[in-house]
């Protein structure tokens, strides 16, 4: 499994246990100027860690096939030769806020996120079949599902961890993360989506051969 870990603007991105995973536990200690200096409880870090890992096994053992999986590493491939592209990492660990109780962390995984010279992109890939269709969250904004299986938040749950992402910035570095956007990405080729869906600039629905597909991806993103 490749974990990566966006540390803020002022860091830059890295994949390393070092840096600024978005649930590391850490202590402050005084330097000889004064400062407070991070240290890394490794122990919990590794705990959680395995408990996100075996979790997000679990979730993906229930899909029959691995269109899903082929998918995302279309849409990772297709993000990372953007022309404004900084750089990109699949599967990325950011706390979904509303999945969180007392006595469990907050589950949360974001498919790509892609960091660029203009601001950030969390990217949802959903490779559903069928008719897709729009209804109104409780913020009375529009969200999509599949009819068939029912109104489960797909945008909302992204913007809530693009809020996320920018408060671990700020409270972890005291830096702006910059701006940070939802894009859901719609990949099978029989996908249905209607009109108010195909409308939103949150959605981006990817048909055709691999060029096309690339360049729809890079449209949505300008």
Known sequence: ARQFHYQGPARGPSGSSEGGDSM??????SGTLGSILPIINPFSEARKR????????????????????????????AASSYRLAHSAFPN????????????HAPRGEVDV?????????????????????????ENGELDLFQPKIGTKPV???LRAKCEMLKRM?????????????????????????????????????????????ERELHKALD
């Open 24 to 29: 590391v536990q850490m202590k402050g200690q």
């Open 50 to 77: 395995l408990s996100w890992y075996d979790r997000t096994m679990m979730e993906r053992a229930k899909t029959s096939d691995s269109a899903s999986w082929d998918a995302e590493e279309l849409v990772y491939s």
């Open 92 to 103: 990325v660990r950011i706390p979904d806020p509303s999945s969180g109780k007392r006595k």
């Open 113 to 137: 996120v892609l960091v660029t010279e203009r601001g950030i992109a969390l990217i949802e890939v959903k490779n559903w079949r069928g008719s897709i269709e729009s209804f109104e969250d």
């Open 155 to 157: 945008v909302s749950k």
């Open 169 to 213: 910035a700020t409270s972890r570095y005291s830096d702006f993360a910059g701006e940070v956007f939802p894009l859901v990405v719609l990949t099978h080729n029989n996908g249905d989506p209607d009109q108010k869906v195909s409308r939103m600039n949150t959605v981006c629905a990817l048909k055709g051969n691999q060029n096309k597909r």
